[in-house]
Each structure stands twice: as structure tokens, then as C-alpha cells.
């Protein structure tokens, strides 16, 4: 990846803190009147909203992406959180963050923070560079940080055990919101993690206090939920999906949950019925009927109504994903597809 001319600088008191913070609001303020895009307090509108989205194609991504990170990334169920743009962030400096960030956590373990992984003897962090994901030029290259640790009492020939995993990308993010940014930030909007609570939070405080960001809860709201579904339904006739769950919760007293697990191949039928003549492109009013359609069929059978619910969880053999901000991609064949969609959400959550 090409250098940045851009060093890495860290508030050295609660005056350079504030008005670094300043400027990052003042600069994202700048970067929606640059985009013309319209916004209300706090947040982006829903006009960035994708009316359509690709036809997910099949692709072997170990050819472009190293297997062994890969396998990292996949097969794992990971906490979806957004950041802001990183200020002065260098991929060049990922060796001086690692030892950073290792002596950050053992500066906050010796003040009496409790971090829930037992009797540590010292912690280990790497970053690295996930290089392939990205997409496009503007795509700043994906940051897979890892934290090791061994017991105080374990033999001493045990090796160090991964204690926490997280990983920053960006695949396929609104190409004028990343060009209008200053050229001091890195947009790495999604954070997906895995590991103790503890550990995310005083990871979160070390790139606030380092990179003048903030942190926000990841949620998957049910129209992203129903894009999912379709999505995946949609891969069917090149791997099998083997079945399509979903979860609905309802609003009785007390709330009911209602599990609907549909045959692949039904799903596949129903899903190509409402399809039109466009084979590049999906929309949502395709994606609209074909959950329209599934609860019809529902409602027939049980005389339950699911479009009085909420939609809460979606599940393929190709991945799963909560309403709560949970996402499990199973499969590297489609997962740009995926990270795309959450790079959507991440950057539409952003605030200004």
C-alpha cells in the first residue's frame, strides 16, 4: 500500500485531545456539504440507502486474499461495531501500534482494571494487514489485530493463546464520502471483534486516545436482515445454502419468538418468482416481496401474521447474522458481498 505522508500523533494532554476533536467534527461537517448529502442531528439520512445492490458472483477470494487470514476472518462469530475515520492511522506503523497497544492494556491491568481471561503473564498484540479485500483504490487495506496471552501458571513451554480477535475494514465504501475526506483520515468504518467485553472496551479507549475516533453499537436493522436473506437465497444455485432460517420476534405478552426454516430449494423458487429481468442487479422491492411472499405462505399454514413482528435473525450454511449486531460469514465465496452491505451500515451510522 502506498505510504501516507501523514504521521502518527497522540494527544499528549486534554487541550490537543479537544481540539483535535474539534477539528474531526468541523472536518466531517465539511465532507457532507462537500457530498451534498442531505443530514439530520447526529446522523446521515436514510437517502444513502441502496435502492439495489449487486447480483453476489461466486468468487474463489483465496486467490486474491492469503488463505491462512482468510481463515481468520471466517467460520467465526464476530461483534459489529462502526468507527469513525482514523486521524494520522499509517498501515506503515502497525509494528509501533502492536507494542502500543500491548503496553496500554498492561498499564490498565496494573491500575486494577479486571480483564475477564484469568491469571495472564503479559499480553502479546499483532497487527497486520489483510491485503486483497479491498476493492477499490479508496479502499483502505483491512487491519486484523490479534492478542495473545499465557496463563501465569501454564508449563513453560506452552505456547501464548489468542485471547481476543478484531479486524477494521472497509470494502466497497461510498466512493464520495472517502474522497471528500481530509487526507489526514483513514476510513476503516467496520469493527468486528471477538473476545471479552473487557478487552473491546479498553481496546475502543486506546484508538479514541491515539486516533481521535469514536465507537458505536453495530446494529442489523430487519430491512438489512431481509437484504441478507435474500442475498444468500440468491447464491443457492452455485452452493448450496442447505436452508434458510428465520427468526421473528412478535409483540405478544410476552414477546414470542418464532423460528421459520424454509427448504433451500423452495427458497430458491420463491426467490427467483419475484425476480425480474435484471440478472445484475437486485432491489429492494424484489427483496420486499420475496419476505411478503414468505410470510404469506406462512400465515396460510398457521395463521400466524410475521409482518406484525420484527425480523431478528437470518441463517444460511453460508452465515448468520443478529439483529444485535451479530454476524457469522461461513463461507469466503461471498464474503465481500457481506462486507460490503456492513460497510454500508457502519458508514450510514456514522455521526457527524
Not at 440478472?279 to 404469506?296: A, G, M, N, P
Amino acid at each position: 500500500m502506498e505510504e501516507r505522508n501523514s504521521i502518527v500523533k497522540t494527544p499528549l494532554n486534554n487541550v490537543l485531545a479537544q481540539r483535535r476533536s474539534k477539528s474531526y467534527r468541523r472536518s466531517m461537517q465539511s465532507c457532507v456539504e462537500a457530498t451534498n448529502l442531505e443530514y439530520t442531528s447526529g446522523h446521515l439520512t436514510a437517502l444513502r440507502t441502496p435502492r439495489s445492490r449487486r447480483t453476489p458472483k461466486s468468487r474463489d477470494i483465496t486467490k486474491q486474499v492469503d488463505p491462512d487470514q482468510v481463515a481468520l476472518l471466517v467460520t467465526k462469530e464476530w461483534q459489529l461495531s462502526y468507527v469513525t475515520p482514523l486521524y494520522h492511522f499509517r498501515h506503515t506503523q502497525l509494528k509501533y501500534y502492536s507494542k502500543q497497544l500491548s503496553a496500554f492494556i498492561v498499564s490498565e491491568k496494573q491500575q486494577g482494571l479486571a480483564i475477564e481471561v484469568g491469571q495472564e503473564l503479559g499480553f502479546k498484540v499483532n497487527f497486520s494487514v489483510v491485503l486483497g479485500l479491498a476493492e477499490m483504490d479508496e479502499d483502505a487495506e483491512t487491519v486484523f489485530i490479534q492478542i495473545l496471552s499465557k496463563q501465569a501458571f501454564a508449563a513453560k513451554d506452552d505456547a501464548q493463546k489468542v485471547v481476543w480477535s478484531g479486524w477494521l475494514t472497509c470494502v466497497n465504501g461510498d466512493l464520495e464520502y472517502l474522497r471528500s475526506l481530509p487526507s489526514e483520515f483513514v476510513s476503516l468504518p467496520l469493527l468486528c471483534t471477538r473476545g471479552p467485553e473487557s478487552l473491546t472496551v479498553l481496546i475502543k479507549s486506546w484508538f479514541e486516545k491515539t486516533f481521535d475516533c469514536c465507537f458505536g453499537p453495530l446494529g442489523i436493522n430487519s430491512t438489512n436482515l431481509q437484504w441478507l436473506a435474500a442475498l444468500w437465497t440468491g447464491c443457492h444455485p452455485t452452493i448450496n445454502i442447505q436452508y434458510l432460517k428465520l427468526v421473528w420476534t412478535l409483540p405478544t405478552l410476552p414477546p414470542m419468538d418464532v423460528k421459520y426454516t424454509i427448504h433451500p430449494q423452495d427458497a430458491w423458487e420463491l426467490w427467483d418468482s419475484v425476480r425480474q429481468d435484471d440478472i445484475t442487479d437486485v432491489s429492494i422491492e424484489e427483496v420486499t416481496r420475496f419476505i411478503k411472499v414468505l410470510q404469506s405462505h406462512f400465515f396460510r399454514h398457521f395463521r400466524i401474521d410475521l409482518s406484525a413482528g420484527s425480523l431478528m435473525q437470518v441463517s444460511t450454511a453460508l452465515g448468520s447474522s443478529h439483529h444485535s449486531g451479530k454476524i457469522k460469514i461461513a463461507s469466503p465465496t461471498y464474503i465481500t458481498t457481506i462486507l460490503q452491505l456492513l460497510t454500508e451500515c457502519a458508514l450510514l451510522k456514522m455521526p457527524i
